[in-house]
């Protein structure tokens, strides 16, 4: 096949202890999946049906060893939040809740950065979030741990430290849309594909960074990633 201009570059995600690496096909991401971020982002956390924006594959970085990001452009509020990503191995849509984790193909610690004034000038305005959210190296993401490994871990210590000081500390059991019911959903919505990311949302304590801050995020048994910004 000849192509017209150069391809797109794959983005891929390193695999704990493997050698084969995980491409990345879309990345979705479920909004206010903590009732303590809901209210901290002035929202209530009624339990709702959840909610997606996505990302493009683009913002993906792998940060299975300490990593850089830029400060990115247009944003005077540049912020982090700590997630719990979910890779998808087998696709499927109308994916039944107790079938859900069967399409799994394992778990990482990641950051859904996000600019923060963009993304509430555009929410307030009933504009679409792309720029606050979906831009790259926006989604820097630990090595994946396969589910062979880790299971499907329902209750850990989640957090994030920046230069040293705690900023988010919460606990995966808190998600109100547990991995399962987001898979389950999502698919109502869209086939999922093998390749596919799902970050399941922050818990409260979001906050700015700045060039030359290092953030530390971790989830209990799946590791962690060292971002330093700018
Ligand atoms: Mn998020």
Redesign the pocket.
Same mark, same amino acid.
């Given at each position: 096949m000849k192509l017209a201009v150069e391809a797109p570059p794959l983005f891929t995600l390193a695999v704990a202890g493997r050698e084969e690496r995980f491409p990345v096909n879309r990345v979705f991401?479920v909004g206010r999946n903590y009732a303590a971020h809901a209210r901290e982002m002035g929202k209530d956390p009624d339990r709702e049906p959840p909610f997606f924006f996505m990302k493009p594959a683009a913002a993906v970085v792998d940060a299975a060893d300490p990593v850089r990001v830029p400060y990115p452009p247009q944003t005077k509020n540049y912020h982090h =939040?700590i =997630?719990l990503v979910v890779a998808i191995g087998k696709g499927g849509r109308d994916i039944a809740v107790d079938k859900a984790l069967e399409h799994v193909y394992g778990y990482a610690v990641g950051l859904?950065m996000t600019r923060r004034d963009l993304q509430l000038e555009a929410r307030d305005k009933g504009r679409p979030w792309e720029f606050g959210k979906s831009f790259a190296q926006s989604a820097p993401i630990g090595a994946l741990h396969r589910v062979q490994e880790v299971g499907h871990p329902a209750a850990a210590a989640i957090t994030l430290t920046v230069n040293g000081q705690p900023r988010q500390s919460s606990d995966i059991a808190k998600l109100i849309w547990s991995v399962a019911e987001s898979i389950a959903v999502l698919s109502q919505f869209d086939a999922l594909a093998p390749g596919d990311l799902v970050?399941t949302?922050?818990p409260e304590g979001v906050n700015a960074v700045v060039a030359g801050d290092v953030m530390r995020g971790a989830i209990a048994g799946l590791g962690e990633i060292e971002v330093r910004v700018g």
């Open positions: 991401c =939040e =997630e859904d970050m949302g922050t």
